[in-house]
């Protein structure tokens, strides 16, 4: 396994969309095992996309299980996931891995039901709802070129600067 290097905000390949994933081999289980190593050695990270770190492709990992008080399916490895329903709004503060200097108050929705194969090609259903939910919307955006910046309703109220990395989780 290796720590990949992850991009930053301006890379233009970050705007770029992901091609979804076809061969279920080595070579996908490799970098899931290289995304999860990234993940997990950035501080505050729940998740990561592999258009992060320059691999066009449909692969996310959300793990959001450190968070306390909040329902969660522990780490998941989701493979060409696409929401199939949605319900709520809420506002909520995110951290990006990819912008490393600002966190943002973004609407995202509060339930979803998503579909996603796993590393095997076998496909799963998943009923999710809050941070979990935003966790895998914040995910599922970096595969289409979307950061969290282009989704602020006003940079001038919902764009923060950093003081400490550590104080919002990344994903
Ligand atoms: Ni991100």
Redesign the pocket.
């Known amino acids: 396994m290796a720590r990949l290097t992850l991009l930053t905000y301006p890379d233009p390949r970050l705007k770029q969309v992901a091609e979804p994933v076809s061969q279920f081999d080595a070579q996908l289980q490799l970098l899931v095992a290289d995304l999860e190593e990234t993940m997990r050695a950035s501080p505050g990270g729940v998740?990561?996309?592999a258009t992060?770190v320059g691999h066009l492709q449909r692969v996310v990992i959300v793990d959001v299980s450190s968070k306390p008080k909040i329902s969660h399916h522990g780490r998941l490895i989701l493979i060409n996931p696409e929401i199939l329903d949605w319900e709520g709004f809420e506002i909520g503060r995110?951290?990006?891995?990819?912008?490393p200097d600002y966190t943002g108050n973004v609407v995202r929705a509060t339930h979803l039901q998503l579909v996603a194969q796993d590393e095997q090609g076998k496909e799963h259903k998943y009923t999710m709802e809050g941070y979990e939910a935003r966790a895998v919307q914040?995910?599922l955006?970096?595969l289409d070129g979307i950061?969290?910046i282009d989704r602020l309703v006003s940079r001038r109220r919902d764009l923060f600067q950093r003081k400490s990395y550590k104080k919002t989780n990344?994903?």
């Open positions: 998740g990561i996309a992060q995110e951290g990006c891995m990819s912008v914040h995910e955006d970096h950061l969290f990344s994903s």
